[in-house]
């Protein structure tokens, strides 16, 4: 595929501005942001007759006669499908489908840009787990991998499973794992500028959803055991009797202290903040965190704590925008996490390879 948008300021090495206008921005998607692109050219006849009739039918003879085949002659194993119900759109929430397409096809571009793979946007008109289980098997072979993106919390958790067990290829839900990858790899190093033990911070996540659970997950599973996390009821404990599935887990696999309450309670001596909430955080509460703080206020459009406010209280300060400094998004993780596991010919995203992941040098502009 070609892209038809230009490498953004900030990937491009300069400084990101926030004052795009609107006309800029629409300008930009015109058309939509993605093209097909020849992989050789097609001048003559006897150029038509390799790539398509007579000579495409010994290919498809041989791929009849052996399906492993089809992995070296089609672009089916290089081939990521993002794939959504619109049912949580960026912070814009339950949009559907047709608004998703947007933000799907950027989500193509950027695989292509950073990862070196095709992709194919894939919006679906149900949010009924089965039927999209059902849908994608149907297709699979017409793509390597899944990308899930945009899918609402709590059916995401149950879609991811479901299709990590009916595809055998590589199924990622972005919203969690990639999100988690980048928030373990930003207080990795973090932690190593402030001399500090990643195992000794005291972590408040906002927001117990998709991304939520997935970064309190992870961090556990590296050894960060103070992992607190809030929904907008307050901190997740095993005191509450208003949590269910998911949440009701994580209530007693974090929180160690056992620590009730919101985010007054949450926040006081906390050395980390991550915000995947789409809330707002006050002021007096930052002020309450530990010298040497990490404000990480994730939420887009609009982060939970601006960039300029978060410096008052923490020495380590980043949101998920790409046109705001230090810049912590999950593109920084899905094109290298994908294109690993497509050359490694894995059929599982496991939780190794997400550490590994997140520990990784920084990614090169051309994916490795």
């Known amino acids: 595929m070609s892209l038809t948008i230009p490498v953004p300021p900030a990937v491009a090495g300069t400084a990101a501005s926030a004052d795009v206008s609107s006309d800029e921005i629409f300008a930009a998607h015109e058309g939509g942001k993605l093209r097909i692109s020849l992989a050789r050219p097609i001048d003559t006849r006897r150029d038509l007759a390799i790539v398509y009739t007579p000579g495409v039918a010994e290919v498809s003879r041989a791929i009849h006669k052996d399906a492993a085949v089809a992995a070296e002659y089609t672009w089916a194993s290089r081939l990521v499908a993002v794939v959504s119900d619109g049912t949580a759109v960026l912070g814009l929430g339950d949009i559907g489908p047709a608004a998703a397409l947007p933000v799907m096809e950027g989500k193509a571009a950027l695989f292509q840009r950073f990862g070196g793979l095709n992709s194919i946007p894939l919006v679906l008109d149900t949010t009924d787990v089965d039927e999209i289980v059902e849908t994608l098997v149907r297709v699979r072979h017409s793509f390597g991998a899944v990308n899930l993106e945009d899918v609402s919390a709590p059916r995401c958790f149950e879609l991811e499973a479901k299709l990590i067990e009916a595809l055998d290829m590589p199924v990622m839900h972005d ?28 972590v408040v996540v906002a927001g117990a959803g998709a991304a939520g659970i997935a970064i309190a997950a992870l961090l556990l599973e590296v050894g960060i055991p103070d992992v607190v996390l809030l929904n907008s009821r307050g901190i997740l404990s095993g005191h ?20 009730d309450g919101g985010p007054a309670q949450a926040l006081a001596g906390a050395d980390v903040f991550v915000g995947v909430s789409s809330s707002t955080v006050d002021e007096s509460l ?10 990480l206020a994730l939420s887009k459009p609009d982060p939970e704590v601006t960039p300029d406010v978060a410096a008052r209280f923490a020495r380590i300060v980043a949101t998920g925008r790409s046109d705001y400094p230090n810049q912590i998004n999950n593109v920084l993780a899905f094109p290298g996490i994908f294109r690993g596991a497509l050359d490694a010919g894995a059929r599982r995203i496991t939780t190794v390879m997400k550490i590994a992941a997140a520990m990784a040098p920084r990614m090169h502009g051309d994916g490795r």
């Open 286 to 295: 930052l002020a309450t965190m530990s010298t040497d703080a990490m404000i």
């Open 175 to 202: 919203d969690q794992h990639g999100t988690a990858v980048v928030v373990l790899a930003a207080l990795t190093n973090g932690a190593k500028v402030l001399g500090r033990d990643l195992a000794g911070l005291r």
């Open 240 to 259: 509450r009797i208003d949590l269910t599935g998911v949440k009701a887990e994580f209530a007693l696999t974090s929180n160690p202290r056992q620590i």
